[in-house]
């Protein structure tokens, strides 16, 4: 059984920077596409970032595109969300996901994903 843990998120004036981590049980944690997901209050959970397996295929939404880096180091069994530039607008819950599934389309969709953190909250202030 996957367990995914995210950290790292808190308060931060917006143009500030976050590091989140999220790191996963198993050993198997290699072999799983991962991605970073955010849900703010009223609205859907939307995709921010994922990355491949053996990280060579990266994708971003636009809005996080130039400011937001993921990276996963697998020896630690852990995935990364650098967040620069940061803008109230990206306040959330953000969520750390796995899964399997191949194809562009699914690593940014939900629907690509099978294991789920618990969330962490992420509050940019004006």
């Known amino acids: 059984q996957v367990q995914l843990v995210e950290s790292g998120g808190g308060l931060v004036q917006a143009g500030g920077s976050l590091r989140l981590s999220c790191v996963a049980s198993?050993?198997?944690?290699?072999?799983?596409?991962m991605g970073w997901f955010r849900q703010a209050p009223g609205k859907e959970r939307e995709f921010a970032a994922a990355i491949s397996w053996s990280g060579g295929n990266i994708y971003y939404a636009d809005s996080v595109k130039g400011r937001f880096t993921i990276s996963r180091d697998n020896a630690k069994n852990t995935v990364y969300l650098q967040m620069n530039s940061l803008k109230p607008e990206d306040t959330a819950v953000y969520y750390c996901?796995?899964?399997?599934?191949?194809?562009?389309?699914?690593?940014?969709?939900?629907?690509?994903?099978?294991?789920w953190g618990q969330g962490t909250q992420v509050t940019v202030s004006s």
């Open positions: 996901a796995a899964g399997h599934s191949k194809g562009s389309w699914y690593f940014r969709s939900t629907s690509g994903y099978v294991y």
């Open positions: 198993g050993r198997t944690f290699n072999s799983y596409n």
